[in-house]
């Protein structure tokens, strides 16, 4: 996998890759095509590396991530979007609440 950061227009960064043939997602091995794939920029001072997954991992990743950041930080988030409480627009009393009636 190749891949450059660019800038576009209007301040906009974008990553641009290029898949190989059978590259495979990394969380759940799922083949990647063009349509299903996100490319992950992981940049630290000593560490840059680009990694590909899926668009449904992908959203697992970056909730957690937010998720251990924010704990690490005293910050309270919700558990299902990963998103802090005071801006959460899922409302998880009402998804718990129907998790809890389901389970009856």
């Known amino acids: 996998m ?3 950061i660019v800038q576009e227009s209007k301040g906009n960064w974008h990553v641009q890759y ?3 043939d059978y590259e495979l997602c990394l969380y759940c091995n799922c083949m990647l095509t063009d349509d299903n794939t996100c490319v992950v920029e992981i940049i630290s001072n000593e560490y840059e590396d680009t ?3 899926c668009k449904p991992c992908t959203a697992i990743l970056l909730r957690d991530m937010n998720i251990k950041i924010a704990q690490g930080n005293g910050i309270a988030v919700c558990f299902s979007c990963g998103i802090p409480k005071y801006s959460c627009k899922c409302n998880s009393k009402k998804i718990d609440y129907n998790i ?3 389970l009856k």
């Open 2 to 4: 190749k891949s450059n």
């Open 18 to 20: 290029e898949l190989e």
């Open 51 to 53: 990694k590909p997954f």
């Open 100 to 102: 809890r009636k389901k």
